[in-house]
């Protein structure tokens, strides 16, 4: 029970920052650097995809630790797997797009690590708290 008290915790919490970062980020950091490289329309099938898989890792690497070990290590795990992920991400997009600036690279990896961290960290408290 623990588990999916964290992954719901988990879930909200990433969702609702990364709303509201996306909502902000898309047209004042995204649009202006990546122009035509981004979609016209958002596509919610891949985002969901995206969204379920995250948070299993972040269940696996990050809350799982962190419910034997306490919140340093999830806090700590959760950093780690977010600068990674988000670090793959962006780091293959400058590699292999003609166009990937620099800049929004380390936002967006600074963003993805604070993120995960706040979230897993969230998780973790709720599913000790109330689980």
Partial sequence: MQYVIAYVAAAVVFGAMDA???????????????????????????????????LGGMMWFAVRPGLSQGLGATALNAAIFGAMCYMTYDLTSQAVLARWPVHVTVIDVIWGTFATTVAATAATWIALKFA
């Fill in 20 to 54: 509201v970062w996306l909502g902000w980020a898309g047209s004042k950091l995204y649009r202006p650097a990546l122009g035509d490289l981004l979609a016209p329309q958002f596509r919610a099938g891949p985002a969901i995809v995206f969204y379920l898989l995250y």
